[in-house]
Structures are given as C-alpha cells and as structure tokens.
C-alpha cells in the first residue's frame, strides 16, 4: 500500500502552481513531517511535507513541471527500507541524518536551517510538543554559537579563464512569480485610465520625533524600532476615510466601496515583489504597523509568507527610497485603484517664509484610476497625507 503525495489546496484566486524543487529522490529514505517539495504559485512558495516514515516510491511530477490543487505528485512507501545509495560517503551522511532526528520531529523550516548551517540535530534542543525542534529553537542556538574564526586561505583560488572578446549569454526560464508580476502590471497599464500626480513632504517633524522617541518606543514595544512606514500607513489609513474613492475598486460596471482599510505594503524579494497585507489598519497602532511590516519583511526573505498574507488589499504602498529612487510613477495593484509612492529622503533648498532653508525633503507620488477618481479627489487625498506627515499632531486630532 502506498500513499499519495498531494499539492496543497490552492485558493480560489490560484489556478496551478509548479514544481520548484524536490529536495528527495525516488528511493530516499523520509520521514514524517519532513520537507519533501516546494510547489511555486504566483504568489508564494508552498511547502509539501512527508505524513509518513517510508521510502520516496515515485515522483510523478518533475521540476518545473505544472501541478494543479490536491493533484497527486508522488508517493510513498509507508515503512519500507530505503534503497541504498551506491556511495560510501552520501549513506553516512543520511545515516547520521536519520539518527541526530531520532530525539524528537523536526519543523520543516527548522530542518532548512539546520542543514544552511551545516548543524547536528542532536544539538539542538527542541521547545515544540513531543521535543519537536522548531524554527525557534534553532534561531537561539546559532546565537548562543561562538563565532569561529575567520579560515585564511593558504593559496590564492584558481582563476577563471575568460576569452578575450567573447560574448556570454544565459538563458533562464522566468519564475512563475516573476511571469505573473509581468502579466499584472501589463495588465494594469492596458486597462486601467493610470494617471500620476506628485507632492513633496518636509521630513523633518518626522525625523525630530523618530529621534526624540525612538529608544523609549523600542524599550515599550518590545524591541519593535520607530521607522517612517508606521507614519505613512496611518496617515493613508486616515486619508482613505476622507475619500472613499481612493480606497474602491472596480468590478465589471460596478464601484466597490470598502468600509474597511486593509493597506498593502510592497516588499522586494530576491523572487519578485510581493504585497503583503495588513488589516484593518485604521484600528491598529503605530507599533502594530511597525511590528507587522517587520514580520512581513522576514517572512517574504525566507519564502515563508501564506496565500493569505498576500491576498485582499484595498490600497498599497511602495517604497523606492530604500533603493535609493528620487522620483518614479508607481504602477497600480488590480483590482485596487491608487498606489502611493515613497522616495529617498534628500536635503534640498526650500523657501521658508522669506529665508532659504535647508529641509529633508521627500517626493511623494499617487498614481490612480482615472476613471475611479477625479484629479481633484487624488490631489486632495495626497494633500492630506502630506498634512499629517508634516504635523504628526493632525493624525490623533483628526483635523
């Protein structure tokens, strides 16, 4: 008797996905609870563990091959003896494997820790039910590790040969995730009236009280920093209630208003940019945003953030000022129909009654729907963000 190996049951906005990587091989011994594949959606990367002790019988699909949801992938041989591998040093190495995770189950994603760094599962001691060792557990013992010396190298590494004058190329098939942000932000352009208007905003209110509260805010919220993000998504929050129109959507020959302020926040990804979600953003604190979007960010860099995380959103935010951009024209988020841009902080000349004053300044940009909003709704709404970035006062008198 065999048993199937599934992919997960996508959501309703997720058609198929593919095979990114098999991390065993038919034959290979596995065991309960332990990382067998990552399917690739256009939105996150799915991972498909073992629910059984047994031996990898047979994989169905290949890498790069297209799965569909609850689609049969593979399956395994419950309690079966693994194939031996033909190399000395490869049966060692899976004999010490399986015998360090004897104590106890290991978590998926502790598991991909624990073999980046090279660990004994036996020294890592687990806190989850049953001794399971977790993400965690793993992250405490590599910070109680001691930091071992730098390896000097005794002879200088082999040079490469390069051919005077040759032209290298490299073709390599897009991701999923990269092929869907191209298809979307095509989209976005061909059917959407896509319109930009542009402000600026004095940062240094903002800057002096990051700088006056910033320790006392991380000593409150347990460890959580004081950034600008907190401000800005407040005040979008705040200046959603103003216009609803900005926080609508399109559907079909429908405008749906929503009364509730979930606000997405781009995050740039060695894969792709994602969009993670925060809800209800009107009811949340500074420290809430600020300890979400941090979540997010460490989530999106380990490949772990959910189709939830991702799905929904009624407004967006994107950042180009931690790359260093001055001025761009975002691109929308379909079905939503406003994005607002953020750029690098630069001191600039400005006109203060009568007196040239140097001021941080920063480029704000709102690019919109045109056939949502008026240009005066999408002037007005950037206005009154920059109101309240400018007089952080505003944001808790409601004015």
């Given amino acids: 008797m065999t048993i199937e190996i599934k992919a997960p049951q996508f959501p309703e906005s997720v058609e198929e996905g593919s095979i990114a990587t098999w991390h065993k091989k038919a034959g290979d011994a596995v065991r309960r609870d332990e990382l067998l594949v990552d399917i690739e959606t256009d939105k996150t990367v799915l991972e498909v563990v073992a629910s059984e002790d047994g031996v990898l019988s047979e994989v169905l699909k290949a890498d790069g091959d297209t799965v569909l949801s609850q689609e049969v992938i593979g399956r395994i041989s419950p309690g079966a003896a693994a194939?031996?591998?033909s190399a000395p040093a490869a049966a060692a190495v899976a004999a010490v494997a399986v015998s360090s995770t004897e104590s106890g189950a290991v978590n998926p994603a502790a598991k991909k820790l624990i073999e980046e760094h090279g660990l004994d599962v036996a020294s890592v001691t687990g806190?989850?039910?049953?001794?399971?060792?977790?993400?965690?557990?793993?992250l405490a013992h590599l910070k109680n590790q001691p930091i071992a010396a730098p390896v000097v190298a005794t002879s200088?590494?082999?040079?490469?040969?390069?051919?005077?004058?040759e032209r290298l190329e490299k073709r390599v098939p897009m991701t999923r995730l990269r092929a869907t942000i191209a298809k979307r932000l095509l989209d976005a352009q061909h059917n959407a009236a896509m319109l930009t208007t542009f402000n600026e905003v004095n940062m240094k209110p903002l800057m002096t009280l990051r700088s006056q509260y910033k320790e006392l805010f991380e000593k409150t919220h347990n460890g959580t920093r004081l950034g600008f993000m907190g401000f800005f998504v407040k005040a979008a929050a705040e200046a959603l209630k103003r216009f609803p129109a900005v926080n609508a959507s399109i559907d079909g020959n429908d405008i749906v208003y929503h009364g509730y302020y979930d606000i997405g926040v781009a995050v740039s990804t060695e894969r792709g940019l994602v969009v993670p979600v925060l809800r209800d953003c009107d009811q949340m604190s500074i420290a809430e945003v600020e300890g979400g979007i941090r979540d997010f960010a460490s989530a999106a860099k380990d490949g772990k953030l959910s189709m939830e995380d991702m799905t929904g959103g009624t407004f967006t935010i994107t950042n180009g000022g931690v790359f260093g951009s001055l001025m761009s024209t975002p691109i929308l988020n379909p079905p939503q129909t406003a994005i607002l841009g953020m750029h690098k902080t630069q001191d600039r000349p400005m006109a203060v009654n009568g007196q040239v004053v140097i001021l941080p300044m920063m480029y704000l940009a709102l690019s919109y729907d045109h056939r949502m909003i008026d240009g005066k709704d999408a002037v007005q709404f950037l206005v009154a963000i920059k109101d309240m970035l400018e007089d952080p006062a505003r944001m808790l008198l409601d004015v």
Avoid: F, T
């Fill in 83 to 85: 194939v031996a591998s």
């Fill in 127 to 138: 806190s989850g039910k049953d001794g399971r060792i977790l993400k965690e557990d793993v």
């Fill in 156 to 165: 200088p590494p082999p040079a490469i040969a390069v051919v005077p004058g």
